[in-house]
């Protein structure tokens, strides 16, 4: 979007996402931009199933609507999601909070980058996950 339409039009994309992001989400969830492009959710005592299921209708969501980002400009868009889950952590013989974060994050990292490799526009879960 950047590279095509300017980061002005980037800009209301993040915008729109972020707003579906927050009516989506439950008042015990978390989000917020982690950088970038990418945004990091929180859903605490949530199974992956329903993890899943909530962001796959999200990501649906976000792929039929498109984005008005002038006057006479609509885009559609996609996001490409990568879920972890506190089950899929290596065990970590520093068991700092700050490395438990990290290694977290590490895991929906690598799910992300799949998604995106594996054809963009899904969610894909961890390796490491029943």
């Known amino acids: 979007v950047n590279d095509t339409y300017g980061h002005a039009a980037g800009d209301i994309v993040l915008q729109q996402i972020a707003k579906s992001l927050n009516?989506?989400?439950?008042?015990?969830?978390s989000a917020g931009r982690y950088g970038g492009e990418e945004f990091l959710l929180i859903f605490p005592k949530t199974?992956?199933?329903?993890?899943?299921?909530?962001?796959e209708?999200?990501?649906?969501?976000?792929q039929i609507t498109p984005v008005k980002i002038n006057s006479?400009?609509?885009i559609k868009t996609s996001v490409s999601i990568g879920i972890?889950?506190?089950e899929n952590l290596h065990p970590l013989t520093?068991?700092?909070?700050?490395n438990l974060v990290q290694n977290f994050i590490s895991e929906a990292d690598i799910a992300l980058y799949r998604a995106k490799e594996t054809g963009r526009?899904?969610?894909?879960i961890a390796a490491n996950i029943q």
């Not at 209708?57 to 976000?62: A, K």
């Open 23 to 29: 009516e989506r989400i439950r008042i015990t969830d």
């Open 57 to 62: 209708s999200l990501r649906q969501s976000i």
């Open 72 to 74: 006479n400009t609509l």
């Open 94 to 98: 520093d068991k700092k909070p700050y």
């Open 84 to 86: 972890a889950s506190t």
């Open 47 to 55: 199974n992956i199933t329903e993890v899943k299921d909530l962001l």
């Open 121 to 124: 526009n899904k969610v894909v």
